[in-house]
């Protein structure tokens, strides 16, 4: 494929994979070079792994666009993936045609939100990561899908149990660390798009709805009845909006 191609670059989560964009990426236009890395310690990816920061997992993304012959892209993180993207934006701007932050923040971790995932490492010291995923995950989708989504939500949880255990303590730490970087959002000379979930436990709205505001390109879609897993719970709306942000970004018709 030509590297001249547009390129966007799915990151997921902690603790999930690129499985998890294979449906959502499935019927993409063929116009569009999809690439979707594992991050460290995750899927094919297992490391080993020294330092789980959001900078460094940002290198590890750059080095593998390197490696593909993609020099300018639209990135799309979901969740510790936007973190991820966020990073990436800040230290390499040039790179990036386009940012779309899925159900994630530019905002650092609250004290209560480092308390809890202290309280999560806590819990996989002391009972494993299998019993951690299998337990947690489920409260990310909005209360209404659980029952309808039981066989994906089944997926994500396997593909979570799997994740070594030094990941989910490096990246729940990284996490509980990582800066504020609203200045990239204030700073972007590129486009932005928010994806929310009006029942997102981890990316409340309210904390999501101030950063609107910050590029001067912004863009959102806001779903009722969506938690913190839109490319489950919504997989039409969500994949709309990240393909009318690409055509945007890319200047071409949709």
Not at 11 to 22: C, N, Q, V
Not at 31 to 39: E, F, I, N
Not at 162 to 181: F, Y
Request: hydrophobic share 45%; glycine share 8%; with cysteine.
């Amino acid at each position: 494929m030509p590297a001249t191609q547009p390129t966007l670059v799915f990151l997921h989560g902690f603790a999930e994979s690129p499985a998890i964009w294979t449906s959502f990426t499935r019927d993409f236009p063929a116009r569009y070079r999809v690439l979707t890395p594992a991050l460290p310690g995750h899927g094919s990816n297992p490391g080993p792994v020294t330092d789980y920061s959001m900078e460094a997992q940002a290198r590890a993304v750059l080095q593998q666009l390197d490696a593909a012959g993609a020099e300018k892209v639209v990135l799309v993180g979901h969740s510790m993936g936007g973190y991820v993207a966020l990073a990436l934006a800040e230290a390499h701007p040039e790179r990036v045609a386009g940012l779309a932050i899925f159900h994630s923040t530019a905002l650092p971790d609250p004290e209560e939100k480092q308390a809890a995932r202290d309280e999560s490492a806590g819990f996989v010291r002391r009972h494993g990561v299998e019993k951690y995923m299998r337990s947690s995950i489920r409260n990310l989708l909005a209360p209404t899908n659980r029952k309808r989504l039981a066989a994906e939500l089944k997926e994500l949880e396997d593909i979570a149990a799997a994740t070594p255990e030094t990941t989910v303590l490096g990246c729940l730490e990284a996490m509980k660390h990582r800066p504020d970087r609203t200045a990239v959002l204030r700073e972007a000379k590129f486009p932005v798009l928010f994806i929310g979930g009006h029942d997102d436990p981890a990316v409340p709205l309210d904390t999501l709805l101030p950063q609107l505001a910050l590029s001067t390109q912004s863009h959102a879609l806001l779903l009722h009845g969506v938690g913190h897993l839109g490319f489950i719970e919504a997989p039409e709306s969500t994949q709309r909006a990240v393909l009318d942000f690409a055509a945007g970004v890319f200047g071409e018709a949709t």
